[in-house]
């Protein structure tokens, strides 16, 4: 088994509220319900490892101690109208799997999903 990173990608941006900008209301309620049901899905089929929605961008800090002179500032790294907003990470035989059950978390969520193997774990 390989471990992937199923990073979900709200590709028009988002209010401070953390709600897509391409979506309703209802559409984002429906979405929530539609990706706990997936989560469910994924933790039976036991492909789930770990998983987790994230604050909105303006809630992040940047700490970059990279030259040995650290810096903190608040807000994304990126300054960029699409953000992350949550992941999964799973275990999956091959990319065809990952790639097969990032397609059901693309629909579920209603967003874009990127798919990247881990170099290993630790």
């Not at 509220?17 to 209802?26: D, I, Q, V």
């Not at 929605?53 to 800090?61: D, I, K, R, V, W």
């Not at 990319?95 to 630790?122: T, Y």
Request: aromatic share 8%.
């Amino acid at each position: 088994m390989t471990t992937y990173l199923l990073s979900v990608i709200h590709p028009d941006g988002v209010t401070d509220e953390w709600k897509p900008a391409h979506l309703s209301p209802e559409e984002v309620e429906q979405s929530f319900a539609d990706t706990g049901a997936f989560n469910e899905e994924i933790q039976a089929s036991g492909h789930w490892v770990f998983a987790g929605g994230l604050e909105p961008p303006s809630n992040a800090t940047v700490v970059d101690n990279s030259n040995g002179q650290n810096a903190v500032t608040d807000g994304p790294f990126a300054e960029s109208k699409e953000q992350l907003g949550g992941f999964w990470v799973i275990e999956a035989a091959d990319l065809d799997e990952a790639l097969a059950i990032a397609a059901r978390g693309s629909k579920a969520c209603r967003n874009p999903v990127e798919v990247r193997p881990f170099q290993g774990v630790a």
